[in-house]
């Protein structure tokens, strides 16, 4: 355990500052349930289409859209006059990387 510890990379301020704005960003379980949504349905998604699949209004799903924007988790396509939304796959590998991060492992 000690070896590892030692072959950890140093989690700079910057990376520290990124990764508690992506908990920050998932510190609301609509939001968590959101982004589920968005990766179980692997494609981008109206703001209406899902409104009509969370128990809430469709101002509240744009205002947690634009937290998950905000941290990359759900990337904005336009599509004529409104966005549809789609979970950012770079998340798969990033967000995993991070928690080894945090907890000082390689």
């Known amino acids: 355990m000690e070896e590892t510890a030692q072959h950890a990379r140093v989690l700079t301020d910057d990376d520290a500052t990124t990764y508690a704005g992506w908990f920050k960003a998932l510190g609301d379980p609509m939001r968590v349930r959101l982004l589920h949504l968005l990766a179980s349905e692997g494609r981008p998604m109206a ?60």
């Open 47 to 106: 703001v209406g289409e899902i409104t009509d699949r969370l128990p809430i209004g469709q101002s509240t799903v744009s205002h947690h859209l634009k937290v998950l924007a905000e941290v990359r988790f759900a990337l904005p396509e336009r599509s004529g006059t409104s966005n549809q939304y789609a979970v950012n796959a770079a998340c798969l590998d990033c967000f995993p990387a991070a928690v080894r991060a945090i907890l000082g492992q390689p």
